[in-house]
C-alpha cells in the first residue's frame, strides 16, 4: 500500500530559529532581597485589582447560579455581563456561517439551537475528527468499503461496518467531547471572556445559566454512554475508548474550572490542550481498530502534542489583556510576546523534525521525506506571518500553516499503519 507515496525531490535549506526565555540576574544578596520586596508589592497590587474587578462585576466561580433555572432577562450571567459593545459582525456577509461555527465576527442570533451550537464551537471539532482518523490510518487494520490500491481490502461489508464505526468515533469525538470542552471552557471563562469576547453567547445573556449547565451534562454524559457503545461494538474486553474519554473529559474539567484550573499556567494548560487535540482522538480511533500494543504509538502522539502546545500558543496572544488582567499565567503573559512566539514556533518546528528523524531511522526514508516537505512551508509562515506580528497575524498564520501540520500528523500514521514492526 505504500505504492501511492510519491517520492519528492527536496531542495530547500531549514531555517535555523533560536529562542530563549527571558534571564534572571541576581547580583548581590542585598539586590535579591529589594527585588523580592518589590514582586510581593506588585504581587499585592494585582491580587487588589483582582478582587476590585471581581466585586465590581459580581463575577462567580461555582458552577451553578442561585438563579440558573430563571429565564435570560433574570440571569445572574446576564446582569453580569460587561457591555464594551457588540460584536462587530463582518462585511462579507459571512457572519451567519461564523456564528454557527463559533468563531468571531458572527452575526447576532437568537434561536436556541444555534446559540447552543454556537457554544460548542464547532470549527474546534476538525482537529478531533483528524485524530480519529490519523488514530485509524496508524492502526493499519482500517477496511475500505473498495480499496482501489489493494485488491484484497474490497469487503464492501466490513467496509461498511469500518466506516460506520469510523463515524460514531468522530461524532463521539467531536461534537459531543469537544462540544463538552467548549461548553465548559466558555462556563468557567466567562469572566474573562467579559473583557476580551463580551459578545460570546454566555457574557453576552444570549443563553441562560440552566440551559448552559443542562448542555454541559447531556454532552459528557452522551459522550460517555457512546464511548461505551463503541467499547461494546469493537469487543474490548477492557472499556478502552471508556476511560480514554473519562480520562479526556477530566483533563477539560481541570483545564478550565478553579481550584486547578491548568489554563491559569501556560506549560501546563497548553499542553493538556494539545494532548487533548492530537493524542486522545488518536489513541481513541486507533483503539476502535486496532490495539495500542507498543511504546510508539503512545510516544509519537505525545511528541505532536508538544506541537500542539505551540499551537496554544498561538490563541493566547489575542488574550493576553484578559489574562493578565485575571492573573492568568498564560506563556504570552510569562515570557512576553517576544518570548512566546518563539517559543511557539520552536516547539512546532523541532518536535515534527524529531518524528521525521525517527521515520528515517526505521527505515521510512519516503515518509520522511513527505513529512519533511510538509514541515517546510510551516518553518515559512512562522518567518513572514508569526513572529513578525503573532496578535495581527494569529488568524491567518494558523489558516497558513496548520494544514501542514495536519497532514504531517496523517502522514505519521500511515507510515506506522504500513510499517513492519516485526521486521
Not at 478582587?51 to 463575577?59: D, E, F, M, R, T
Not at 463559533?102 to 434561536?111: I, Q, R
Not at 475500505?144 to 463515524?167: H, M, Q, S, Y
Amino acid at each position: 500500500m505504500k505504492n501511492q507515496i510519491i517520492p519528492l525531490l527536496l531542495a530547500c535549506c531549514l531555517t535555523v530559529q533560536a529562542f530563549s526565555p527571558p534571564s534572571f540576574r541576581v547580583k548581590t544578596a542585598s539586590t535579591f532581597s529589594t527585588l523580592s520586596k518589590s514582586n510581593d508589592k506588585q504581587q499585592q497590587q494585582q491580587q487588589q485589582q483582582q478582587q476590585q474587578y471581581l466585586q465590581q462585576h459580581q463575577l462567580q466561580f461555582y458552577p451553578f447560579s442561585e438563579k440558573s433555572n430563571s429565564n435570560k432577562d433574570e440571569s445572574a450571567l446576564f446582569m453580569n455581563k460587561k457591555n464594551d459593545g457588540p460584536n462587530a459582525e463582518v462585511s462579507d456577509g459571512s457572519g451567519g456561517v461564523r456564528q454557527l461555527l463559533g468563531v468571531k465576527g458572527a452575526s447576532a442570533e437568537t434561536d436556541i439551537w444555534k446559540i447552543r451550537l454556537q457554544l460548542t464551537k464547532p470549527v474546534t471539532w476538525v482537529p478531533l475528527v483528524w485524530g480519529v482518523m490519523c488514530g485509524a490510518a496508524a492502526s493499519g487494520n482500517y477496511h475500505w468499503i473498495w480499496n482501489p490500491f489493494d485488491p484484497n481490502d474490497r469487503d464492501v461489508l466490513l467496509g461498511l461496518e469500518d466506516t460506520a464505526k469510523g463515524f460514531v468515533a468522530m461524532i463521539l469525538a467531536g461534537p459531543f467531547l469537544t462540544g463538552f470542552t467548549q461548553t465548559i471552557n466558555d462556563w468557567y471563562d466567562r469572566d474573562i471572556d467579559a473583557i476580551n469576547e463580551p459578545y460570546r453567547p454566555i457574557p453576552s445573556g444570549a443563553i441562560s445559566a440552566g440551559e448552559v449547565i443542562f448542555q454541559i451534562w447531556f454532552l459528557l454524559l452522551g459522550g460517555l454512554g457512546i464511548a461505551y457503545g463503541l467499547d461494546v461494538w469493537t469487543g474490548h474486553d477492557v472499556p478502552v475508548v471508556l476511560l480514554l474519554s473519562i480520562f479526556g473529559s477530566f483533563i477539560s474539567y481541570i483545564y478550565s474550572a478553579p481550584p486547578l484550573k491548568l489554563k491559569q499556567n501556560g506549560w501546563a494548560g497548553n499542553y493538556a490542550l494539545g494532548a487533548s487535540y492530537i493524542s486522545l482522538p488518536w489513541w481513541c480511533g486507533q483503539a476502535v481498530f486496532g490495539e495500542l500494543d507498543k511504546p510508539v504509538f503512545f510516544i509519537l502522539p505525545i511528541l505532536y502534542s508538544i506541537a500542539g502546545l505551540g499551537i496554544a500558543i498561538v490563541n493566547d496572544f489575542k488574550s493576553i489583556e484578559g489574562d493578565r488582567a485575571m492573573g492568568l499565567n498564560s506563556l504570552p503573559v510569562a515570557f512576553g510576546i517576544d518570548g512566546a512566539k518563539y517559543i511557539c514556533a520552536g516547539s512546532i518546528s523541532a518536535t515534527q523534525l524529531g518524528v521525521a528523524a525517527y521515520l528515517y531511522s526505521i527505515g521510512e526514508p519516503t515518509y520522511a521525506a513527505v513529512l519533511l516537505a510538509l514541515i517546510l512551508p510551516q518553518i515559512y509562515f512562522q518567518v513572514t506571518l508569526l513572529l513578525p506580528d503573532p496578535i495581527e497575524n494569529d488568524v491567518k498564520y494558523q489558516a497558513s500553516s496548520q494544514p501542514f501540520l495536519v497532514f504531517g500528523i496523517l502522514a505519521t500514521a500511515l507510515c506506522l499503519g504500513h510499517h513492519d514492526f516485526s521486521a
